[in-house]
């Protein structure tokens, strides 16, 4: 069966420091990754994803993540926080095999505080 | 493209009330989701539709949950009657064949 944590609730950084939101997965196959950001009274918003390829993937404002196999994980990251990044953080896998293909199993979210 | 529309952005209704909750996905995606938010819950997917046809519907928590896809562009949730414990934010996401991408959203209150 797919599933994915997110060990941490929340994660509270302050601005211009690096920033972490880990990641943690299981599928039978080949997983593709994916996470999303969500702002208050907003819906999701895809910002990076892992199908193949490079390890590093880079996605919008910034973020980037690291698909690491042997560890099953896909941590996102930045090197500077903003305030403004402070939101909802949703990591989200789907095994490249099977009959669920086009679901997602998403995570429960952690949220981020990015504090001036 | 609109992106993902999801009409009403709030509904507010009394117990007992039907409820129709509407979407219209990215066009040209072949997938439809239909997800409910809450704080206690988090993220729940209820739902999903590939090429109009519903594939599963294991996340639907009660018979007075029904969705429909008519069509490739239009998509309905319904609850009926409506219950308090149904307040919450429904969203509804389209994807072709990785992405799904988020309509903003419906607020559901139910009094």
């Known amino acids: 069966a797919q599933s994915v944590a997110q060990p941490e609730d929340q994660v509270n950084v302050a601005e211009g420091n690096p920033l972490t939101v880990k990641c943690t997965y299981s599928?039978?196959?080949?997983?593709?990754l994916f996470w999303y950001v969500q702002y208050p009274n907003r819906g999701l918003q895809f910002l990076l994803k892992?199908?193949?390829?490079?390890?590093l993937v880079k996605g919008s404002y910034g973020f980037e993540a690291e698909f690491n196999k042997s560890q099953t994980s896909f941590h996102l990251k930045k090197p500077s926080a903003l305030v403004s990044d402070s939101a909802l953080y949703f990591c989200?896998?789907?095994?490249?095999?099977?009959?669920?293909?086009?679901?997602?199993?998403f995570g429960k979210g952690t949220k981020l505080s990015v504090k001036p | 493209d609109a992106g993902v529309i999801q009409s009403p952005r709030h509904e507010v209704t009394e117990m007992g009330q039907e409820v129709t909750l509407r979407c219209k996905p990215i066009?040209?995606?072949?997938?439809l989701f239909w997800y409910r938010q809450t704080m206690m819950r988090g993220l729940e997917l209820l739902i999903y539709?590939?090429?109009?046809?519903?594939?599963?519907d294991s996340g639907m928590p009660e018979d007075r949950f029904s969705a429909k896809m008519p069509n490739a562009s239009f998509s309905t949730l319904k609850i009926q009657p409506s219950e308090p414990r149904d307040s919450a934010v429904y969203f509804c996401?389209?994807?072709?064949?990785?992405?799904?991408?988020f309509g903003p959203g419906t607020r559901l209150t139910v009094t």
């Open positions: 599928v039978s196959g080949n997983p593709y």
């Open positions: 989200a896998v789907r095994d490249s095999y099977g009959g669920s293909q086009g679901n997602l199993i």
């Open positions: 066009s040209g995606h072949d997938y």
């Open positions: 892992y199908i193949t390829g490079d390890n």
């Open positions: 996401a389209s994807s072709d064949i990785y992405e799904q991408y």
């Open positions: 539709f590939n090429n109009n046809v519903p594939i599963d």
